[in-house]
């Protein structure tokens, strides 16, 4: 009998589809079959949550609730340094005490540097947090329905064209004060697949991040066809700053960075704390 495809979720941001191209199209000899969802950040967070799909990307900062049922894979996810998410303004230099500011997730890693930055930086904190799909955030502070605006993803190189002004960036307020690079999205896949698959897993992602950047071109029609008519050049933008050496392999950098993310986040009571082994892959 024929394995069932695997059932797998990430986003149709560049970076995913970079990664996963050769291995969704069958490309990477030895490799799972895999069914393919593409979903938004806060919806693979809550199906991590509720345990459903195989594998899945998700933010780093959901780990702590899902480790039980998931294994960190060391591979395939977006990590690195200048990647950071950012606050935005319509008006330079505002002011967000006590103001709305719209989050991709309130499980992101994207909202929890910007409740660690927050902590720092603003003691009075803001007044409301509204979840608004990534999007759907700068046209909601370009058009005054929130004050300001925590973004993601290839935002970093579009937010000017909304009339908008860089707050504070929490990727350059998280290296400067740990001299870590910036975790942002993890790959999980569950642990009752059994450490054979699950290593077969981490391979088939290491290969087929490796064929994308031998022929990016082949993976070309694929990111561009997912990544909501966004400009060639910018998806290209967004793919050399999200999938780096830590794509292939998170390596001690890597996983000190998450271990220092959570432990912190941990101490300022935002998630639980992890047990000593939690990040170990199977």
């Given at each position: 009998?024929t394995p ?15 990664v996963f ?15 393919v969802?593409?979903?938004?950040i ?10 459903e799909f195989d594998?899945l ?14 294994t ?12 950071g ?11 967000l005490?006590?103001?709305t500011?719209?989050v ?5 890693t994207a909202?929890?540097l910007?409740r660690?930055?927050?902590a ?14 990534f ?7 370009r058009d ?6 925590l973004?993601i993803?290839?935002?970093r190189?579009?937010y000017?064209?909304?009339?908008l002004?860089?707050l ?5 307020h ?15 896949a569950?642990?009752s697949?059994g ?9 088939s992602i290491?290969?087929?991040v490796r064929?994308?950047w ?12 997912h990544?909501?008519?966004m ?7 967004h ?9 292939a392999?998170?390596g001690e ?23 000593h082994?939690?990040?170990?892959f199977?």
């Open positions: 009998m069932q495809p695997l059932q797998i979720a990430y986003s149709p941001c560049p970076n995913d589809t970079f191209e050769a291995w969704a199209h069958g490309r990477v000899t030895g490799a799972p079959d895999i069914d969802t593409f979903a938004d806060d919806i693979t967070n809550g199906m991590a949550e509720r345990g594998v990307k998700v933010s780093y900062a959901v780990l702590p609730w899902v480790l039980d049922e998931y960190l894979l060391p591979c395939g996810g977006a990590l690195g340094r200048g990647c998410p950012l606050v935005l303004t319509k008006e330079p230099g505002a002011d005490t006590g103001r500011v719209a991709p997730s309130e499980r992101s909202y929890l910007f660690l930055w927050a720092d930086v603003l003691p009075g904190g803001v007044g409301k947090v509204v979840v608004l799909p999007h759907e955030i700068m046209p909601a502070v005054g329905k929130v004050d300001a605006g973004v993803h290839e935002a190189f579009t000017q064209d909304y009339g002004h860089r504070a960036d929490m990727g350059e998280w290296e400067s004060t740990t001299g870590l690079p910036i975790p942002l999205g993890a790959i999980i569950k642990r697949l450490t054979e698959v699950l290593q077969l897993l981490a391979e290491r290969r087929s064929m994308a031998d022929d990016p071109e082949t993976s070309r029609p694929y990111v561009l066809a990544s909501q008519e400009d060639p050049a910018v998806a290209d933008q793919i050399g700053l999200y999938v780096n050496e830590f794509t392999d998170l950098d890597g996983y000190a960075a998450v271990r220092g993310l959570l432990t912190r986040a941990a101490a300022e009571g935002l998630v639980p704390p992890l047990g082994d939690a990040l170990r199977v």
